[in-house]
């Protein structure tokens, strides 16, 4: 069975941290791309980040030079740093490969 399980989103201020982890089981994660995409209140979800499986990684504009992805195969965990945080990055992330995602996790960047 296929799961993609998320964790790490929270509260946090503007300018702050976090971390997000996702850990995957029942297929092999080095046979596939996985990516981050977020959905904030109203809008539709968006693709963040993406490491390939030769892990080439492309970010959307509005997150270049703040987030970084990584994945560890042998770990089956992908993993999105987030530094400077602003309001609008809240919204829902999760975890996806092809076919599949994670439940999601919440972030807000509220004072």
């Known amino acids: 069975q296929v799961q993609l399980v998320e964790s790490g989103g929270g509260l946090v201020q503007p300018g702050g941290s976090l971390r997000l982890s996702c850990v995957v089981s029942?297929?092999?994660?080095?046979?596939?791309?996985v990516g981050w995409f977020r959905q904030a209140p109203g809008k539709e979800r968006e693709g963040v980040a993406c490491?390939?499986?030769?892990?080439?990684?492309y970010y959307i504009d509005s997150v270049k030079g703040r987030f970084v992805i990584s994945r560890d195969n042998g770990k089956r965990t992908v993993d999105l740093r987030m530094d400077s945080l602003k309001p609008e990055d809240t919204g829902v992330y999760y975890c996806?490969?092809?076919?599949?995602w994670g439940q999601g996790t919440q972030v807000t960047v509220a004072s």
């Open positions: 490491a390939t499986r030769a892990d080439s990684k």
């Open positions: 996806h490969t092809q076919p599949y």
């Open positions: 029942g297929f092999r994660l080095d046979y596939f791309a």
